[in-house]
């Protein structure tokens, strides 16, 4: 369930705090074939799952960057700031991948509240550090700071 926010002043309050973790999601093949085919990105460890089994990952996995734009999807789940005109994403700071994400994985995100400024125009500015964690794996497949801005109603 998201943490609610009824206005984005009310951001402020958390810094600091854990927000809270999405759903797992397991990676299939599908869904990598599928970036594969929307990016141009047909590099063999990711949609060659019979010369993958033979590679340094032992399968295939997905592409660092679908890891990341499901940050996207899980947001949602663990963040909700309501009481807005409009929310837009204004982008990110410091990208990791830590760890592969090999074919057949779950993952969810995680994600703190590390910072909450105030903006020209009357919008709030917020960064979110959201690390997507492998089920099973002491490392995680990706960390993002995300930057969102919201316009209050």
Known sequence: MATIFNHPSELKESVGKQLGVSEWL?????RIDTFADATGDHQWIHVDPERAKDGAFGSTI???????????????EIIDVRG???GVNYGSDRLRFPAPVPVGARIRGSAELIKVEDVKG?????????TVEIEGSDRPACIIDTISRYVPA
């Not at 997905?62 to 949602?76: D, E, I, M, Q």
């Not at 009357?122 to 959201?130: D, E, K, P």
């Open 62 to 76: 997905a592409h660092g960057y679908l890891t990341l734009s499901l940050v996207n999807k899980f947001l949602p």
């Open 84 to 86: 807005i005109s409009m």
């Open 122 to 130: 009357n919008a709030v500015q917020s960064t979110v550090r959201v």
């Open 26 to 30: 397991e990676i299939d093949q599908a």
